[in-house]
């Protein structure tokens, strides 16, 4: 039977074990950097792959320079922890894994980074689809801003700024679309509240640089890989203007928890016949696959768990 666990503390515990006081200094002030990871089963060869798994605990640990965290684990180590872990839970069925490393002292009027101390925790829970829409999802221009990378980093996943997300997918959600784009203080195109941005115009493919205060999305670049090297088509980074999302041919979004996900219209507007467009099904048809091992050519980006 498959069980609850986490990795906290230097070992694996029941997760109900897994708890910090009120007084941890993340609760209070959100000094914590996180990466979402999926774990995606394999009916027919009875394995779990973990899709780009080195890349997420790279960037968790770029994070973790960013906000003065010391932890006792390079990407290899937290690669065999999360094996581990996952090896000791036995689920069998697409999983979400959540590692997050954090302020753990005890203090809560202390805003000097470099006198706190750090720990590193891990959970994986049961995850199917992160947009509960069936086709192409409906989406909205946020009135909140994408905060700019002078304010707090975006580019890696510092838990206090997803505040900035999460107010933005709940105006969405309140006002009945599926997710929420949002643009940088200059009113440019940044992402959505949680994937990155893509745009399809006359057969060319485009997306907002990171400059434009984005997440540097592992998914993000997996798309552009797909994009370039199996459909021969190549994706131009640059500044794109609220306006030509309403005139794109197609517009998706990709994620580690929202995957490639296809925009049917924006602000009640279609984006293109508001259907799938084929670039996006395309890549959309590719990246299922191969996030599950089926593809030999992207096998490398798969971290397989055999399970008992």
């Given at each position: 039977m498959p069980q609850s666990l986490a990795f906290f503390r230097g070992n694996i515990?029941?997760?109900?074990?897994?708890?910090?006081?009120?007084?941890?200094?993340?609760?209070?002030?959100?000094?914590a950097v996180f990466e979402g990871i999926r774990g995606n089963w394999n009916e027919e060869d009875g394995k779990l792959y973990v899709f780009r798994m080195a890349e997420h605990y790279d960037r968790l640990l770029q994070g973790c320079r960013m906000m003065l965290m010391d932890i006792p684990y390079d990407t290899e180590e937290l690669c065999s922890i999360t094996v581990e872990l996952l090896q000791s839970c036995g689920y069998?069925?697409?999983?979400?894994?959540?590692?997050?490393?954090?302020?753990s002292q005890e203090l809560v009027a202390n805003l000097k980074l470099q006198e706190l101390d750090s720990d590193f925790t891990l959970i994986a829970v049961p995850f199917g689809a992160y947009i509960e829409a069936e086709g192409a999802i409906h989406c909205t221009t946020s009135s909140w801003r994408r905060i700019d990378?002078?304010?707090?980093p975006p580019r890696v996943k510092i838990s206090g700024h997803y505040v900035n997300s999460i107010l933005a997918k709940t105006e969405a959600t309140l006002a009945g679309f599926d997710e929420a784009i949002m643009l940088t203080p200059d009113g440019d195109v940044s992402e959505g509240s949680g994937e990155?941005?893509?745009?399809?115009?006359?057969?060319r493919i485009y997306t907002p640089p990171v400059s434009d205060n984005n997440l540097t999305g592992i998914t993000r670049d997996s798309a552009i890989t797909l994009a370039r090297e199996e459909l021969g088509i190549d994706v131009v980074e640059r500044v794109i203007r609220r306006s030509e999302l309403y005139l794109a041919d197609e517009v998706f979004l990709t994620g580690t928890a929202?995957?490639?996900?296809?925009?049917?219209?924006l602000d009640r507007r279609p984006i293109g016949d508001g259907e799938v467009g084929p670039i996006t099904q395309s890549i959309l048809d590719t990246?299922?696959?191969?996030?599950?091992?089926?593809?030999?050519?992207?096998?490398d980006w798969c971290t397989e768990i055999p399970m008992e």
């Amino acid at each position: 039977m498959p069980q609850s666990l986490a990795f906290f503390r230097g070992n694996i515990v029941p997760i109900e074990d897994a708890r910090v006081s009120v007084m941890t200094h993340a609760l209070h002030y959100g000094t914590a950097v996180f990466e979402g990871i999926r774990g995606n089963w394999n009916e027919e060869d009875g394995k779990l792959y973990v899709f780009r798994m080195a890349e997420h605990y790279d960037r968790l640990l770029q994070g973790c320079r960013m906000m003065l965290m010391d932890i006792p684990y390079d990407t290899e180590e937290l690669c065999s922890i999360t094996v581990e872990l996952l090896q000791s839970c036995g689920y069998k069925q697409d999983l979400y894994i959540r590692p997050l490393a954090y302020k753990s002292q005890e203090l809560v009027a202390n805003l000097k980074l470099q006198e706190l101390d750090s720990d590193f925790t891990l959970i994986a829970v049961p995850f199917g689809a992160y947009i509960e829409a069936e086709g192409a999802i409906h989406c909205t221009t946020s009135s909140w801003r994408r905060i700019d990378d002078t304010i707090i980093p975006p580019r890696v996943k510092i838990s206090g700024h997803y505040v900035n997300s999460i107010l933005a997918k709940t105006e969405a959600t309140l006002a009945g679309f599926d997710e929420a784009i949002m643009l940088t203080p200059d009113g440019d195109v940044s992402e959505g509240s949680g994937e990155n941005l893509f745009l399809v115009s006359n057969g060319r493919i485009y997306t907002p640089p990171v400059s434009d205060n984005n997440l540097t999305g592992i998914t993000r670049d997996s798309a552009i890989t797909l994009a370039r090297e199996e459909l021969g088509i190549d994706v131009v980074e640059r500044v794109i203007r609220r306006s030509e999302l309403y005139l794109a041919d197609e517009v998706f979004l990709t994620g580690t928890a929202a995957h490639i996900t296809p925009v049917g219209s924006l602000d009640r507007r279609p984006i293109g016949d508001g259907e799938v467009g084929p670039i996006t099904q395309s890549i959309l048809d590719t990246y299922v696959g191969l996030i599950k091992g089926a593809n030999p050519k992207y096998k490398d980006w798969c971290t397989e768990i055999p399970m008992e």
